[in-house]
């Protein structure tokens, strides 16, 4: 699966480079937020019509949403999707310590709870 990523971001990545697509060239995060907006929707349409290999159809579009978010702002000097990629999962494990670490949380409820109590600790800081 590495490599089908690491061939996903090269591909996206050719796309807005010089040589790449005029239209992808062109591209803003502002440009770009009616796309997100409906990729988005689209993933609950095809959710909600349990319409599954849509739903694998635009699963890819909305990852591509991220990838190419990503993409810009490296360009930009501000972030990477390596970064988007280790803020995610740093958090994924903050908020989980009741899989991560010792806390206990047998039910679903009980997770959300340590989930929560976890967020508002770390908006307090």
């Given at each position: 699966m590495e490599k089908l990523f690491a061939d996903f971001v090269k591909t996206t990545k050719?796309?807005?480079?010089?040589?790449g697509c005029p239209?992808?060239?062109k591209q803003t995060h502002e440009s770009l937020i009616k796309c997100l907006r409906e990729e988005?929707?689209?993933?609950?349409t095809a959710i909600e019509n349990k319409d599954f290999e849509n739903l694998k159809e635009e699963l890819g579009d909305l990852l591509l949403q991220v990838v190419f978010h990503a993409n810009l702002a490296e360009i930009e000097g501000k972030f990477t999707l390596?970064?988007?990629?280790?803020?995610i999962n740093d958090k994924l494990i903050r908020r989980h310590p009741h899989v991560f670490g010792?806390?206990?949380?047998?039910?679903a409820e009980?997770?959300?709870?340590?989930?929560?109590k976890m967020k508002a600790q770390e908006k307090k800081k």
């Open positions: 050719t796309l807005i480079s010089p040589g239209w992808d060239i988005s929707e689209e993933v609950v390596a970064d988007v990629i280790k803020g010792k806390e206990k949380a047998a039910t009980e997770g959300l709870a340590v989930w929560k």
